[in-house]
């Protein structure tokens, strides 16, 4: 018998969020234990970004270091989760079917946002994961549309996780101590953020832009957004599952749709 797993929502911080004592780094670490092990992990994550949808086929993903500054021993980390064919396969088919173009690509790896995550969530890295991209240009509909594309995959042990961030100014990022107190314009955001996804506003959250205080302000560019709506499409009923902050400026709330 096959379970349903939930769509995801997460937000994925700084790289530095895999060794950071901080209530979100606690946060993924119980997350994967509380909804056990899928048979296999669609991640949309905010750094692949393409000018179409792209899933990886690589068989055994390298990990991608798509960071610089941080400390050395994030450097020498890596998730060596499998790829999955199969998997790979099936999300292709399933976005054809509803008319969205899709390609491959043979050789993308994990890159922060898929992997830090996964690393704290399944640390064992044994269950397969694909990534697949967004597309900054297309906007939430797109998405939406994706991630309803997606929503049989729930209910075929496979767990859908779009891995973002909540707010991402990142011009705040510099000086701030990652226990800062959370800025007002940020905090604003993801009050209305939080009401809107536990409500089912999807109207609004669509045209977040122009209905969410501080809209552009804590999302000057769209990437660490749109894989929200990609969770949200595959799901149905949305819950809040997690809400703090680092560095001031990072809202890490997390989010899942039945």
């Not at 379970?3 to 901080?22: M, N, Y």
């Not at 597309?135 to 496979?158: C, F, T, V």
Request: hydrophobic share 40%; net charge negative.
């Amino acid at each position: 018998m096959t379970k349903r797993f939930p769509a995801l929502f997460v937000s994925h911080g700084a790289p530095t969020l895999l060794i950071d004592e901080c209530p979100t780094h606690d946060f993924l670490m119980r997350l994967g234990k509380e909804i056990g092990k899928p048979k296999g992990i669609v991640s949309v994550s905010a750094h692949w970004t393409t000018a179409e949808p792209r899933v990886t086929m690589h068989p055994s993903p390298p990990t991608i270091y798509d960071f610089g500054g941080f400390p050395n021993e994030l450097y020498s980390l890596k998730y060596q989760a499998p790829g999955d064919l199969i998997l790979a396969k099936r999300v292709m088919s399933l976005l054809h079917a509803q008319g969205i173009p899709a390609d491959k690509d043979m050789s993308r790896g994990y890159d922060h946002g898929a992997w830090v995550p996964l690393m704290l969530m399944y640390p064992e890295a044994e269950i397969p994961v694909i990534q697949l991209s967004v597309q900054p240009h297309e906007g939430p509909e797109h998405h939406l549309a994706i991630g309803k594309a997606l929503h049989a995959l729930r209910d075929e042990s496979i767990l859908i996780i779009a891995s973002g961030s909540a707010t991402h100014n990142l011009r705040d990022f510099f000086g701030r101590k990652l226990d800062a107190e959370s800025l007002p314009y940020a905090r604003e955001f993801t009050e209305w953020l939080k009401e809107a996804v536990v409500d089912g506003r999807t109207g609004e959250l669509l045209d977040y832009v122009n209905r969410a205080p501080h809209a552009i302000l804590n999302h000057p560019t769209p990437e660490h957004f749109l894989p929200l709506f990609v969770a949200m499409g595959a799901g149905y009923k949305g819950a809040l599952l997690h809400d703090a902050y680092t560095y001031g400026f990072l809202s890490m709330a997390a989010f899942q749709w039945e």
